[in-house]
């Protein structure tokens, strides 16, 4: 059974930074490309960022590009967050992506509990 489990978030200022950790333990077969997803009350999750399973290649959402950085070890997947804006308050969360396919569209069904992000001043 496949668990995400998010970490990191708060509450930062308008142009501070968080930094983001996602574990995903039980997925079978190889390395998995990752990606960072978002909500917020009302609307659609929508995507933010995914990253290949070697780490090599990575995409970002438009509204987060240039500030936002996915990275991966061995052991998590990362989402460095700067220049943080009150539109990035939202619940983030990780999900395995098909990176070469569509890496917007998470491929796992089900979602770990997400971490709050909250931007305000």
């Known amino acids: 059974q496949v668990h995400l489990m998010e970490s990191g978030g708060g509450l930062a200022q308008p142009g501070g930074s968080l930094r983001l950790s996602c574990i995903a333990s039980?997925?079978?077969?190889?390395?998995?490309?990752m990606g960072w997803f978002r909500r917020t009350p009302g609307k659609e999750r929508e995507f933010v960022a995914a990253?290949?399973?070697?780490?090599?290649s990575t995409v970002y959402a438009d509204s987060v590009k240039g500030r936002f950085t996915i990275s991966r070890d061995i052991a998590k997947v990362y989402l460095q967050m700067d220049s943080l804006i009150p539109e990035d308050t939202a619940v983030y969360y990780c999900?395995?992506?098909?990176?070469?396919?569509?890496?917007?569209?998470?491929?796992?069904?089900?979602w770990g509990q997400g971490t709050q992000v909250t931007v305000s001043s």
């Open positions: 990253i290949s399973w070697h780490g090599g």
């Open positions: 999900n395995s992506v098909d990176y070469y396919n569509n890496p917007e569209r998470a491929t796992i069904g089900s």
């Open positions: 039980g997925l079978s077969g190889s390395d998995h490309a």
